[in-house]
Each structure stands twice: as C-alpha cells, then as structure tokens.
C-alpha cells in the first residue's frame, strides 16, 4: 500500500514540475520574439501604450484588468512609434531627445 502512495505522489510532483517548467519555457519563446527593449505578458495594460509622440500626455485611464498577452516595453521605456510597435522600444530619456531634435526641426 505505501508503495502505491508514493508512486501516486511521485506522479503528482512531476506533472507539477513538468507545467511549471513548461509555462517558464513558454514565456522565454515569447519574450525572445519581442521587439528592442520590450518583455511579453501574460497580463497587459488595457490603457492606450505611450510612446514618443505621447510622452507628455497625462492619461486619465485607469484598468485593474488583464488585456490580452503581448509584448510589452521594458519599465522605463516607451514605444519608439506608438504606430509601429515593431521598431521596439527606447528609454524615456532618449524619447526626449529625439522630441527635441524633431521640434528644433533637425529631424
């Protein structure tokens, strides 16, 4: 009888294992196919992304739900092209920058 306890057990803790090992695998897929600078979520933000052309503007949207899984920028960056997330994302301080160069009309 013991014997059949712990094969039941054993058998538990690898299926266990196996999905937590299976999900950390899933995830490093996903976040390898991101753009420059950006992570995948499982839990994204249903508020509009910033970006360089909306740095500056103060959101009023707040969401506590979960939007559908994507890739997400980094913490401290922003979108480089809120229009095309493809071209991955910049730090704040660089966003800045290119904002300047674009409104001293250098760009």
């Keep these: 009888m013991n014997f ?21 695998i899933k995830r490093e897929v996903h976040s390898s196919g991101c753009p420059k600078n950006s992570v995948y979520k499982e839990c994204t933000n249903f508020c509009p992304d910033k970006s360089c052309q909306n740095i500056q503007t103060v959101s009023s ?7 559908p899984p994507a890739c997400m920028c980094k913490e401290g960056h922003v979108y480089l092209d809120g229009n095309d997330k ?5 730090s704040r301080e660089t966003c800045n920058k290119l904002n300047k160069l674009r ?3 250098v760009l």
């Design 4 to 24: 059949h306890v712990i094969l039941f057990a054993t058998s538990i803790i690898t299926v266990l294992v196996s999905t937590a090992s299976c999900g950390k």
């Design 61 to 67: 949207c707040f969401s506590l739900r979960c939007g």
């Design 86 to 90: 493809n071209k991955g994302c910049v």
């Design 103 to 105: 409104d001293a009309h």
